[in-house]
């Protein structure tokens, strides 16, 4: 038995082979999912690994729903609580016998082939048995050539995977070969879909299941999507349970991590690349890596504001900033030059953004005191300046020639502020998350 992966021209099948090397059937594949999904629920102080209660509730909510009703059903559901697990889940224990996964970006396209093509964590957490023979997960990258060609390549499959605006170039006979030949139609992050590719895509399957994913209500426009809401957990239910504190958590690894190493390394890879007349004197860069992590880190705020549909409360603020930072960056770039400007899009982001984003999100949606978020703001910034100036004074000492320097310095960035992060936080429920939940994952993707 073993992974492999069929290539056929940009598009590929990740599929799983028996014990002869052959590739398994998909309609042996679905046989075998009968009666294999274990509906175990996590409990964090019991250290019981398992389904969250928002995933079980859309699970649940979904199989309800198609027991009474054929229309399309929409499933709400947060940043970080788990859609793929519960789309996975659902077409397992559904016995689906083909689904079209619709995506809106490449990204995402693959990452859903990979978890697909693995079932995700389900099987290591035990949720779906080990007996259940993995699926033949098609990718499709580019337009197949031909009818047959593309007949063929759903004929091997059990989960078909593209983004919308690929699939908005098929013409109509390729959208009636997908709809004929798959039972269920399902669209993930359903708000980044533009509506005149979702109108056109969901004509072709309204006689399918059609079952949309999304941590909003609100497309992007502004409208409300379609379909019956038949799960919706709520944004501050999500709070409560921790999933905000945990995002944010990985967002602060992530800028924190890369603002460290571009201070260290910047300079080094500009006179590597180019020349050292190049290089920015030390304050830009510092002033830059700033703006770079304010913006960085307000990226958790806005996926959950997003979730909440808050666009209206905030409708002012991007005028407001622009604003201040056009007024300030005159007067400061008039008095200090180049770096006067950059330090007026650090004060406009501070005096405007840090600030009014969080308390939109927390007043209106979380409906809890602000004073917890911005502790944690502070101590996740003061913990990357203090990593910063102890890795910044190791990088100094390494004098070879510039190639050697890059190198060396990214390494040592690398594994000094991960080593940090992992050692002052290690205790926590950020930390233990990000660690069973992605990497985990990323080490058993790496050790394939």
Excluded at 63 to 72: F, Q
Excluded at 227 to 255: D, H, R, V
Excluded at 353 to 373: G, H, R, T, V
Aim: aromatic share 12%; proline share 2%; net charge positive.
């Amino acid at each position: 038995m073993g992974s492999i992966k069929e290539r056929y021209g940009k598009n590929y099948i990740l599929c799983d082979t028996d014990g002869k090397g052959k590739i398994r059937n998909p309609l042996q594949i679905v046989k075998s999912w009968e009666n294999k999904v274990n509906y175990i629920t996590e409990d964090v102080a019991k250290e019981q690994v398992g389904l969250r209660k928002a995933q079980l509730g859309a699970i649940f909510a979904i199989r309800a729903h198609w027991t009474t009703s054929a229309l399309p059903a929409t499933v709400v559901m947060p940043t970080g609580t788990g859609k793929t697990e519960t789309m996975i889940t659902t077409i397992i224990a559904e016995q689906c016998k083909k689904v079209f996964i619709l995506v809106p970006s490449n990204l995402l396209r693959t990452q859903t082939v990979i978890n697909c093509s693995n079932l995700g964590i389900l099987k290591d957490i035990g949720v779906i048995d080990s007996k259940a023979k993995l699926p033949n997960v098609l990718c499709l990258c580019s337009c197949p050539a031909t009818e047959s060609d593309l007949e063929r390549l759903i004929d091997k499959s059990n989960i078909i995977v593209t983004t919308a605006s690929l699939a908005g170039r098929f013409s109509d006979t390729y959208m009636e070969i997908l709809s004929n030949k798959c039972d269920t139609f399902i669209v993930d992050e359903a708000h980044h879909i533009k509506a005149n590719n979702w109108e056109k895509i969901k004509a072709c399957f309204i006689t399918k299941r059609i079952l949309q994913f999304t941590a909003t209500p609100f497309r992007n426009d502004g409208k409300r999507i379609d379909g019956e809401i038949i799960y919706n957990f709520p944004l501050s239910q999500a709070q409560e349970q921790g999933y905000f504190k945990k995002i944010n958590f990985l967002t602060f690894w992530i800028y924190s991590f890369s603002s460290i190493t571009l201070i260290c390394v910047i300079n080094t890879f500009i006179e590597w690349w180019a020349s050292k007349e190049y290089i920015f004197p030390m304050s830009i860069v510092c002033i830059l890596i700033l703006n770079f992590y304010i913006n960085g880190m307000r990226k958790s705020i806005i996926m959950f504001r997003e979730a909440a549909g808050l666009f209206y409360k905030d409708r002012w603020k991007s005028i407001i900033e622009a604003l201040v930072n056009l007024f300030i960056s005159i007067i400061l770039g008039i008095k200090f030059g180049t770096i006067g400007v950059f330090i007026g899009t650090t004060i406009s982001a501070v005096t405007v953004s840090l600030w009014l984003e969080p308390l939109i999100l927390y007043k209106y949606s979380f409906k809890k005191n602000l004073s917890n978020y911005f502790k944690t703001y502070l101590k996740y910034f003061s913990f990357t300046v203090i990593v910063a100036l102890c890795v910044s004074k190791i990088c100094n000492y390494i004098k070879f020639n510039l190639a050697v320097n890059l190198i060396i310095k990214l390494l040592i960035c690398t594994i000094v502020v991960n080593l940090f992060i992992i050692v002052c936080f290690r205790k926590t429920e950020e930390y233990k998350y990000v660690k069973e939940k992605i990497l985990k994952n990323i080490i058993k993707r790496v050790g394939k």
